[in-house]
């Protein structure tokens, strides 16, 4: 028998410490619902879970986003709603005053009131926001006027433009020599947001110079202008070459180019989202603001620039809500994975009640064990003062 160290004492001991940390782990996971309260509980599985809940929580919000994306579809159509019932009582107007029945200042009437509803149609265009965003006046649109004539649709995209200056050159020389004159035009690649853009430079094409002889009178050479780089040499025998000009133009070239459309993040992770485009539906946009009844003949055309603007609006809000539906089935698959992800989160963070209280019950049940039987262990020393006696 030994005294100094009590190994039955220090087992027992051992026992009753782990019981009790094991019962004080349950009670944690129990009070907490967690089966991971820390990463030393799971590491990898604090990892994973952690990923999960970052996907949820975006999910979640991408469904906010959504719901917030109809609000502002909804906010538009009705304003495009508004303007339909306008343009319909414009084209009401304009089929009144084509019946020969009206005077003159009958229509005159009719024009008054016609001047309110295109003012009408524009503030509507003009004040119709969204959390002080414009919709519906054109800044949404991706269209954007080019220099001239032409315009550059880029299906919600902007572009700035700015000109390039014409080059000028003269051709001169004297009677009976030989007149040359050298243009060297260099285009290179011109690097913009969003690409790189070739840029192109034309003469003025189809257009004929004709050099009449001075010297020869009745002499003539005729020059075809053409696209592209050429040489050009203008000579004759007794022809003299004075003050002949010719012209080289280039087209516009990129300054800046970048995204204006309605961008909607409708997802989780980067590049989960969806544009909305929203054309000018100003009276200048769809044509009526210059809209005329003031005579028979005027109101019979405003009929058909009237029927036009409201095929437009009408293209539009159906376009709107086509978005509106895109966006109402993408909040319903959004909420179909979040169920599912949370799902899969929870079998790997929560706890198993029943399981957890089980393993509570067993390590308390072992820890009064302990606790009677480290009481004995320490009893067992006692039996050396018989062998003294």
Known sequence: MRINHNIAALNTHRQLTGATAGQG?????????????RAGDDAAGLAISEKMRGQIRGLEMGSKNAQDGISLIQTAEGALNESHTILQRMRELAVQSSNDSNTDADRKELQKEMDQLIGEIDRIGNTTEFNTKKLIDGSKSGVTELLGNVKFDNQGDEALFSAITATNASVAGTAG??????????????????GTFSLEWT????????????????GAQTIQTANGSYSL???????EDIGKEATFTSRASVEEYKNNALTFQI??????TMNVEINDMRASALHVDNIDVSSAA????????????????SAQRSKLGAFQNRLEHTINNLGTSQENLTAAESRIRDVDMAKEMMEQTKNSILAQAAQAMLAQANQQPQGVLQLLR
């Open 298 to 313: 005027s109101a019979e055309a405003s009929i058909s620039a009237i029927n036009k603007a409201v095929e437009d609006v």
């Open 203 to 218: 003469t003025q094409s189809g257009e004929t110079k004709t050099i009449t002889g001075i010297a020869d009178t009745g």
């Open 267 to 272: 997802g989780a992770n980067s590049s989960q």
């Open 177 to 194: 020599t030989e007149a040359n004159e050298t243009i060297n035009v260099k285009i290179t690649d011109y690097d913009a947001t969003g």
């Open 25 to 37: 782990k349950s009670m944690e996971k129990l009070s907490s619902g967690l089966r991971i309260n």
């Open 233 to 239: 040499t203008l000579g004759a025998i007794g022809v």
